[in-house]
């Protein structure tokens, strides 16, 4: 694209400077938000533009917006800049470089639902991004944009940020709740729904970084605007963070709807030294296997298009696979992580994970027979729709898609039995 | 009296004002990471420090420090080099790379050079995949980033961390 929408620091140097942000528009839509529009008037055009959450499951932001009651008081927006899943890295740059967007778009989403507080919840390793966030917020107080009485206004708001510590459950957002309130980061039973009983059992919204970043051009142009990009069903731009076995890896800012084959040929440079695609994951680690042939790559990535190939776009972290790759060692990469990562609340997907990491080390390391490899479906297959969460049932969709799809590669790993079997 | 607070009596002040006054015990993660600062790891004292700050209890405060990785309960290293081998990043060479440095450095994964200054650790995706190999130091109060790594950058890195602390040192004799 030659001009961004979220992305615009690359169209515009210094974009990260408050005066820059402002000689461009910045923070016009707040003010025009807060000083001559009604905030079910916002939640309107949100929901006008078809704007759907960018975290991942894709939930249409202004229907999210719409849920808190006005009945129980205070309001409380959370921005989710836990960014943990692997091959995820959009809302990183954001931050670092658009971070007013992002801040702006806070701001009119507290407006929205009338919230005078709203928290950053940053991933710890972000340290550096939570200082940068610190500061630029200090500068909306200096300038005016933040605090008491905004615009003349008796409208009011403050914004904190808030350090995680290395735990990509808290990224799921009842678990990054009770982190938020001091607890361990274990998710909640749902409902009640955080809408209606979030931080301290408050209404509150959570969104991710790159929703709340689409917010402020949305206000400012109109949903019709926002419209003219991307599909029907799915509107708008989407950042996808593309790694793995490309020659350009990086974040493209695209229309949604563009396909697989543009992304990684075009926008990616293909694959290095010429080498054979083999399977792509469209979610991160949380994927279900996509087989890279012809029809997946002519597919459009969009929130519907992927349901079709069996998969799920998620947060769009396409991580590109090359035929130099065995899938079981796929497979025990993804599932040591969700191992690492299961929080241990529930025991289907803390022994699971576990058991699995077990048998694909067995398998990976030679030393396994046929009979594992269905042991190991087994054990995914008793996870599924067992587990309190999504991280669980997130981890068996690497194992059961390449034991599907793959299968000659775990073949091939318990027919070379490893010298140590042999002897 | 309270050590933490004396010693950062503005900072635990700053923390708190983020939350709510009947919702302290939010502020226990930052209070870590305050009481974390110093010493690279949480001692008993941070523990019943916090804890009262916070107005709950010794044990909540020492589970919080369980459940999170990038907190410690005992002295691993002055600086964590913690390198990531998670799926992108192995696509690019990662693990190779974790396996030179560690040679280099003389020492395993989980271990601590022979002068305490630096602890090898592998981590998951710290959101830097298309800038492999990377590895993130987290030390002093800090987490730095260091992208698009070979293993002699690496190792020019670790360098200039000794030259710092051994500077730091000479100041304070
Ligand atoms: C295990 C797990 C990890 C998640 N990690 C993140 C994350 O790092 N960032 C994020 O924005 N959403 C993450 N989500 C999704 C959130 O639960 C939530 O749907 C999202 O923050 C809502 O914002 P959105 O509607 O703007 O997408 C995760 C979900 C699960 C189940
Ligand atoms: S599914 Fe896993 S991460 Fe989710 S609650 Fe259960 S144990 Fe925790
Ligand atoms: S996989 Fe290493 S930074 Fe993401």
């Given at each position: 694209m030659s001009q961004h929408i979220l992305l615009r620091h690359r169209d515009i140097p210094h974009l990260d400077r408050l005066e820059v942000y402002q000689q461009h528009g910045g923070f016009e839509a707040f003010r025009k938000a807060v000083t001559s529009l009604q905030p079910t008037e916002v939640i309107q055009v949100v929901k006008d533009s078809g704007l759907r959450g960018r975290g991942g499951a894709g939930f249409p932001t202004g229907l999210k917006w719409s849920f808190c009651p006005n009945t129980i008081w205070p309001h409380y927006v959370v921005a989710n800049a836990d960014e943990s899943e692997p091959g995820t890295f959009k809302d990183r740059e954001i931050m670092e470089s658009n971070p007013f967007q992002f801040l702006e778009g806070l701001m009119i989403a507290a407006f929205a639902i009338q919230a005078n507080t709203a928290y950053i919840y940053l991933r710890g390793e972000y340290w550096h991004i939570g200082k940068l966030l610190d500061q630029k917020i200090a500068e909306l107080e200096a300038a005016g944009l933040l605090g008491e009485g905004l615009f003349g206004t008796n409208y009011s708001l403050r914004l904190y940020t808030?350090?995680?510590?290395?735990?990509?459950?808290?990224?799921?957002?009842?678990?990054?709740?009770?982190?938020?309130?001091?607890?361990?980061?274990?998710?909640?039973?749902?409902?009640?729904?955080?809408?209606?009983?979030?931080?301290?059992?408050?209404?509150?919204?959570?969104?991710?970084?790159?929703?709340?970043?689409?917010?402020?051009?949305?206000?400012?142009?109109?949903?019709?605007?926002?419209?003219?990009?991307?599909?029907?069903?799915?509107?708008?731009?989407?950042?996808?963070?593309l790694s793995g076995h490309v020659n350009r890896p990086g974040n493209y800012e695209l229309p949604l709807g563009t396909t697989f084959r543009e992304l990684i040929y075009n926008y990616g440079g293909g694959i290095p030294e010429g080498r054979n695609i083999k399977a792509i994951m469209s979610a991160g680690a949380s994927s279900t296997l996509i087989m890279a042939d012809e029809r997946a790559l002519?597919?459009?990535?969009?929130?519907?298009?992927?349901?079709?190939?069996?998969?799920?776009?998620?947060?769009?972290?396409?991580?590109?696979?090359?035929?130099?790759?065995?899938?079981?060692?796929?497979?025990?990469?993804?599932?040591?992580?969700?191992?690492?990562?299961?929080?241990?609340?529930?025991?289907?997907?803390?022994?699971?994970?576990?058991?699995?990491?077990?048998?694909?080390?067995?398998?990976?390391?030679?030393?396994?027979?046929?009979?594992?490899?269905?042991?190991?479906?087994?054990?995914?297959?008793?996870?599924?729709?067992?587990?309190?969460?999504?991280?669980?049932?997130?981890?068996?969709?690497?194992?059961?898609?390449?034991?599907?799809?793959?299968?000659?590669?775990?073949?091939?790993?318990?027919?070379?039995?490893?010298?140590?079997?042999?002897? | 009296m309270n050590a933490l607070r004396a010693q950062y009596p503005e900072e635990v002040e700053r923390i708190l004002a983020k939350y709510p006054a009947e919702r302290k015990r939010s502020a226990v993660m930052p209070l870590l990471y305050l009481a974390q600062r110093a010493e690279g790891y949480i001692r008993a004292q941070d523990l019943r420090?916090?804890?009262?700050?916070?107005?709950?209890?010794?044990?909540?405060?020492?589970?919080?420090?369980?459940?999170?990785?990038?907190?410690?309960?005992?002295?691993?290293?002055?600086?964590?080099?913690?390198?990531?081998?998670?799926?992108?990043?192995?696509?690019?060479?990662?693990?190779?790379?974790?396996?030179?440095?560690?040679?280099?450095?003389?020492?395993?994964?989980?271990?601590?050079?022979?002068?305490?200054?630096?602890?090898?650790?592998?981590?998951?995706?710290?959101?830097?995949?298309?800038?492999?190999?990377?590895?993130?130091?987290?030390?002093?109060?800090e987490i730095v980033f260091h992208e698009n790594q070979t293993v002699e950058t690496a190792l020019a890195v670790i360098e200039a961390l000794r030259e710092q602390a051994r500077a730091a040192k000479g100041e304070q004799a």
């Open positions: 808030h350090m995680g510590a290395g735990a990509y459950i808290c990224g799921e957002e009842t678990a990054l709740l009770e982190s938020l309130e001091g607890k361990l980061g274990q998710p909640r039973l749902r409902p009640p729904f955080p809408a209606v009983a979030g931080l301290y059992a408050r209404p509150t919204v959570i969104n991710n970084v790159e929703t709340l970043a689409n917010v402020p051009p949305i206000i400012q142009n109109g949903a019709a605007w926002y419209r003219d990009f991307g599909t029907d069903k799915s509107p708008g731009v989407k950042i996808f963070s002519d597919t459009p990535m969009d929130y519907e298009s992927l349901v079709g190939l069996g998969a799920s776009l998620g947060s769009a972290s396409v991580i590109v696979l090359d035929e130099t790759v065995n899938m079981a060692w796929l497979a025990q990469k993804t599932t040591h992580f969700f191992k690492h990562e299961s929080c241990g609340k529930c025991t289907p997907c803390r022994e699971g994970t576990y058991w699995m990491t077990h048998i694909l080390d067995r398998i990976v390391a030679g030393k396994a027979a046929e009979a594992d490899v269905e042991l190991l479906q087994a054990v995914a297959g008793q996870m599924q729709g067992k587990c309190l969460c999504a991280l669980g049932e997130f981890s068996i969709l690497p194992v059961l898609s390449s034991i599907q799809k793959f299968r000659s590669d775990y073949l091939e790993k318990v027919a070379t039995p490893s010298l140590e079997v042999q002897s | 420090d916090i804890a009262e700050i916070c107005e709950i209890s010794i044990t909540d405060v020492a589970s919080i420090v369980g459940f999170y990785t990038l907190y410690y309960d005992q002295p691993l290293g002055r600086y964590h080099i913690q390198v990531c081998t998670d799926l992108p990043c192995a696509l690019r060479g990662a693990e190779d790379f974790l396996r030179q440095l560690s040679e280099k450095l003389g020492i395993g994964v989980g271990e601590t050079t022979p002068d305490g200054l630096f602890h090898l650790e592998e981590v998951k995706c710290i959101g830097a995949c298309h800038r492999a190999p990377v590895f993130q130091v987290q030390g002093d109060g």
